[in-house]
C-alpha cells in the first residue's frame, strides 16, 4: 500500500532529552514538511523539504532539526532547546499540489 | 505566517442541514485546497480549487474563491454525523504548503 507513515503514534520525552520523530512515504514524492498542531489549534509549518539533501526552515522551526538524505525519509528532531515541545506532530508529502498527511506522533514532555 | 483563517471557529448544525465555512487569505495564490481532521489524526485532501476558477463541486461539497476578496467558501451540503471533524484551508505559498486555522464543525444526529 502506498502511504506516508509516522511512528512512533505516542512519545514522551524528559526534559532536556532530544528526541527523533520517523516519517517515511513510499509515494515517490519530491516534497516533505513537518508541521505542529496544538489543541484546537491550526497547523504551523515547522521545516520543509523540496528535494533529498536541501530543507528550508518554516515558520517555528526554532528547536528543531531535521534531515533528507533520502527521497523517502524526512526525520525531525525535537530537541532540548525547544521549550515547549508538547504538540501533535504531522508529516506530510507532495509531489505538486495535493499533500497526504501521515497519522501524527502525539509528544508529551513528562 | 499562517495564511488562512477559517471562521467560525466552531460551527455544530443538526444533521440534515447545510454548513458553510469560510477561508481569508494574505497573498496572491496558485490554488486554495480544503482538507479535513478527523479527531487526533491526520489531514485528508477534499477539494483544489484553482485561482482561475470561481466555483467547483465534488459530491456533496462545494467551494468558493473570490481572488478578489481573497477568500473561499466550503459548503458541504445535507450534512451527516459523520462529517463532524475540523476543516482547513491551505494555500500555496511559493515552495509550500500554509495551513489556516480550521473550522471544527459538530454535527448533532
Known amino acids: 500500500d502506498g502511504g506516508i507513515t509516522q511512528s512512533p503514534k505516542y512519545l514522551f520525552r524528559k526534559e532536556g532529552q532530544n528526541v527523533t520523530l520517523s516519517c517515511e512515504q513510499n509515494l515517490n514524492h519530491d516534497a516533505m514538511y513537518w508541521y505542529r498542531q496544538d489543541p484546537g489549534q491550526g497547523l504551523r509549518l515547522i521545516y520543509y523539504s523540496q528535494i533529498v539533501n536541501d530543507f528550508q526552515k518554516g515558520d517555528i522551526a526554532e528547536g528543531y532539526s531535521v534531515s533528507r538524505e533520502k527521497k523517502e525519509s524526512f526525520p525531525l528532531t525535537v530537541t532540548s532547546a525547544q521549550k515547549n515541545p508538547t504538540a501533535f506532530y504531522l508529516c506530510a508529502s507532495s509531489m505538486r499540489l495535493e499533500a497526504f498527511f501521515g497519522q501524527g506522533t502525539r509528544l508529551t514532555v513528562v | ?109
Not at chain 2, 11 to 37: D, F, H, P, V
Not at chain 2, 89 to 105: E, N, P, V
Open chain 2, 1 to 109: 505566517s499562517q495564511q488562512g483563517e477559517e471562521d467560525p471557529q466552531a460551527l455544530s448544525i443538526q444533521e440534515g442541514e447545510n454548513a458553510t465555512m469560510n477561508c481569508s487569505y494574505k497573498t496572491s495564490i496558485n490554488n486554495l485546497q480544503w482538507y479535513r481532521q478527523n479527531s487526533g489524526r491526520g489531514l485528508v485532501h477534499l477539494i483544489l480549487i484553482r485561482s482561475n476558477e470561481r466555483e467547483k463541486h465534488s459530491g456533496r461539497l462545494r467551494v468558493t474563491l473570490d481572488t478578489s476578496k481573497k477568500s473561499s467558501s466550503l459548503l458541504i451540503t445535507a450534512s451527516r454525523a459523520a462529517d463532524t471533524a475540523s476543516y482547513f484551508c491551505a494555500t500555496d505559498d511559493t515552495d509550500k504548503l500554509i495551513f489556516g486555522t480550521g473550522t471544527r464543525l459538530q454535527v448533532f444526529p
